[in-house]
């Protein structure tokens, strides 16, 4: 395929990857087409999918409905600016949100990824409180090992020991980490946390029931119940940063639904669009929107980005909502969680291999790292393409998070390819 090694050898020399250390690091495949849980290399190999392009094509790749109704957005209505203008796929997403999401989450606004999410939350939280006479209340709370994105606002809010910006500690706002209250103990102590700064607290950012890029560390709904009701007791805002767990990924629409847990705030991204285009939306509750009514334009929440609202994106995301509805998405996490939970199992037993979790579609191995050495990331992404899988372990982690319509057999060839790698590299220890 002599044009496919053109753009290759032509366009390698100019990109730069994400969190990777481009000296050392092996090239990257190129993918010249995405069907369902299959990419297909430039070479004509097939590998199948196990991380959903970083959680976001939940409904497989290519889906026909989305892919038609990108096509029929496209034919009328690419984009058009948001500021003083609306269209049709925005406001049908935004009424579908607010109808799908728990309590008086009503209030949507568009963005075009999560870490911006996020940023536009902190946002809301802040001037909350500054709307409403108390301006000291500005800090945020966060936890230990959370993830909550790559821009400085969010990187001030990720787990500072986890490495991945320790570079930039410093040039950041500073802000308050706790530990997540999985205990008496710990409750007594976040409770007391949160007592102990109200005056100066804006909000608490959660990642409920799964941290994701921080190591795919699981908490339960109790523990969520108990976050929601300190942040309620102490007057201080909660957010729920839902950009890997909403849209059934835990096995309900969203993680909060199963602590009964309506946060302030609550950050979408990932798989809102089915993977298909960028979008993100952080919902406000109806309070927190009233907070910023007033006859002072200074009120307004200043924020706006230029392809916020995007008609193709929302076409998208309107798409991906309708095959929630039509199709059995939650049984389908449902199975592939017992699946994930069976066929991972034995990797427990296994040298090498600290723990072995599952939530919902996640099924993650953690592993421990031989005395002396770092886990061969490398070694272990090469072996999985070798084996005809798509994984990309990171930190200790190897994990699964699949699209939902992947067969049991599919799902059997990439528990297989996890056991057989975890297997190999045991007998290396
Ligand atoms: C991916 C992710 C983000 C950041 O989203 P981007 O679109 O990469 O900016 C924030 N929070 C959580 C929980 C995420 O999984």
Same mark, same amino acid.
């Given at each position: 395929?002599p044009?496919?090694?053109?753009w290759l050898?032509?366009?390698?020399p100019h990109?730069w990857?994400?969190?990777?250390q481009?000296?050392t690091a092996?090239?990257?495949l190129p993918?010249v087409t995405a069907q369902?849980v299959?990419?297909?290399?430039?070479?004509?190999?097939?590998?199948?999918?196990?991380?959903?392009?970083?959680?976001?094509a939940?409904h497989?790749y290519s889906?026909?409905?989305i892919r038609?109704?990108?096509e029929a957005?496209?034919?009328t209505?690419?984009?058009?600016m948001?500021a003083?203008?609306?269209?049709?796929p925005?406001?049908?997403?935004a009424a579908?949100?607010?109808?799908?999401?728990p309590?008086?989450l009503?209030?949507v606004?568009?963005?075009?990824?999560g870490?911006?999410a996020?940023?536009v939350a902190?946002k809301?939280a802040?001037?909350?409180w500054r709307?409403?006479g108390?301006?000291?209340?500005q800090?945020?709370?966060?936890?230990?090992?959370?993830y909550?994105g790559d821009?400085?606002a969010?990187?001030?809010?990720?787990?500072?020991?986890?490495?991945?910006?320790?570079?930039? *500690?410093?040039t950041?706002?500073d802000q308050? +980490? #706790?530990e997540?209250?999985t205990? $008496? /103990?710990?409750r007594r102590?976040? @409770? %007391?946390?949160?007592?102990t700064?109200?005056?100066r607290?804006?909000?608490v950012i959660v990642?409920p029931l799964?941290?994701g890029a921080?190591?795919?560390?699981m908490?339960?709904a109790?523990?969520l119940a108990?976050?929601?009701?300190?942040?309620a007791?102490?007057?201080?805002l909660?957010?729920?940063?839902?950009?890997?767990?909403?849209f059934?990924?835990?096995?309900r629409?969203?993680?909060c639904?199963?602590?009964?847990?309506?946060?302030?705030?609550?950050c979408?991204?990932k798989?809102l669009?089915?993977?298909t285009?960028?979008?993100a939306?952080t919902?406000a509750r109806?309070?927190?929107?009233?907070?910023?009514l007033?006859g002072?334009?200074?009120a *307004?929440?200043?924020?706006g980005?230029?392809? +916020? #609202?995007?008609?193709?994106?929302? $076409? /998208?995301?309107n798409a991906?909502? @309708? %095959?929630?509805?039509?199709?059995?998405?939650?049984e389908q996490?449902?199975?592939?969680e017992a699946?994930?939970r069976?066929?991972l199992?034995?990797?427990r037993?296994l040298a090498?291999?600290a723990?072995?979790?599952?939530?919902?579609?996640?099924?993650a191995?953690?592993?421990?790292?031989?005395?002396?050495?770092?886990?061969?990331?490398?070694?272990?992404?090469?072996?999985?393409?070798?084996?005809?899988?798509?994984?990309?372990?990171f930190?200790?982690?190897?994990?699964?998070?699949?699209?939902?319509?992947?067969?049991?057999?599919e799902?059997?060839t990439l528990?297989?390819?996890?056991r057989t790698v975890?297997?190999?590299r045991?007998?290396?220890?």
């Open positions: 395929m044009e496919t090694r053109d050898t032509g366009g390698l990109i990857q994400p969190y990777t481009m000296q092996p090239a990257p993918v369902g299959r990419l297909r290399l430039a070479d004509g190999r097939e590998l199948i999918d196990g991380i959903s392009s970083w959680w976001t939940c497989g889906h026909p409905h038609a109704a990108v957005q496209l034919a209505l690419p984009h058009v948001f003083g203008l609306v269209h049709e925005a406001l049908r997403l579908r949100l607010a109808a799908l999401l309590g008086d009503e209030r606004f568009f963005t075009e990824s870490s911006v996020v940023e902190l809301m802040i001037q909350y709307n409403k108390q301006p000291a209340k800090r945020i709370v966060h936890f230990r090992h959370a909550h821009t400085f969010t990187m001030a809010l990720c787990d500072p020991e986890e490495g991945m910006h320790a570079l930039f *500690a410093g950041m706002p308050i +980490m #706790a997540l209250p205990d $008496a /103990a710990l102590a976040f @409770d %007391l946390l949160l007592e700064h109200a005056e607290l804006a909000a990642a799964v941290q921080g190591g795919m560390r908490h339960d109790a523990t108990f976050v929601a009701e300190a942040c007791r102490n007057n201080v909660l957010i729920a940063d839902e950009i890997m767990t909403g059934g990924r835990t096995g629409m969203f993680a639904e199963e602590a009964d847990v309506i946060p302030d705030i609550i979408l991204s798989a669009t089915g993977g285009l960028p979008l939306a919902v109806t309070h927190v929107f009233a907070a910023f007033s002072d334009p200074a *307004a929440l200043m924020h980005p230029t392809y +916020m #609202a995007n008609a193709l994106a929302c $076409a /998208a995301a991906s909502l @309708d %095959l929630f509805e039509r199709k059995p998405r939650l996490v449902a199975a592939i699946q994930l069976e066929e199992a034995p990797c037993a090498g291999v723990d072995v979790r599952g939530k919902g579609a996640i099924g191995g953690e592993l421990s790292c031989q005395p002396g050495g770092a886990i061969d990331l490398h070694g272990l992404r090469r072996r999985f393409v070798e084996l005809g899988v798509w994984l990309r372990p930190g200790k982690l190897v994990y699964l998070m699949p699209p939902f319509i992947v067969t049991p057999a799902l059997t528990t297989a390819a996890v975890l297997t190999e045991a007998g290396t220890l």
